[in-house]
C-alpha cells in the first residue's frame, strides 16, 4: 500500500467513526479517534470541553493532535471530528499526513444519522427539530470546500456495500 495512514474526514454523523472500524480491521492497522483521544488526554467528555473550555481551546487540541501524528512514523485509520478539516491548515496537514478519504453525504441522509445522536455533540444538542436540518445544510455547505480537498471522495451510502470497500482499498492499494 502506498501510505498506511489513512485518514476519514466529513460532517459529523457521515459515519466515520463505523467505516473507520471496518476499514481498519480489513487493512489490519490500528484505528484512532481524534474526539476520544482527546477526550481521553483532558479527562473530559467533548461537550465539557465545549462547556468548560470553549470550542476555540478544542480547536488547538484538534491541531496539536495531527500535528503529533505528524511526528509518529505509527499507521493508522483516523477518523477525524467532523470540524477538524475546516480550521486552521489542518487540511493541509492531513493531506501531508497520509491519504484522505471525505465520506460524502447529503443533508437530508445526515439528518436520519443524526437525530439519535444529538446529545453528545455539543454544536447540535440545543437545536429544535425544525432547526436541525437548516444547520445541517449551512454547515455542510461551509465545510464542503475544505473536505473537497481530501485525496478521495467516497460516497458515505457505499460504506456498508463490501464490494465498495474491496473498490477502495484497490485504489489505496494502487
Ligand atoms: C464536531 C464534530 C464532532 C466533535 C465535536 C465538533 C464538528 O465529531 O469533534 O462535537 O465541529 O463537526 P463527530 O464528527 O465525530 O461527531
Redesign the pocket.
Known sequence: MKSNKIILI?????G??TFGKKLASKLDLPFI???LE?SMNENKS??EL?AEDG?DY?RDL?STFIQNLMKSDQDFVL??????P?FKDNMEVLNQLGTTIYLEMSPQALLKRLEN?LD?????KDLTENELLTYISQ?LEE?TPYYQKAKIIFPGINAKKGSEIDSLINRLNS
Request: glycine content about 18%; some cysteine; proline content about 3%.
Open positions: 466529513g460532517f459529523m454523523g457521515s466515520k467513526t479517534d481524534s474526539d482527546i467533548i461537550n465545549f470550542e478544542f484538534e477518523s477525524t471530528g467532523g470540524g477538524l475546516c445522536g453528545d455533540r455539543p454544536l447540535l454547515k465545510r
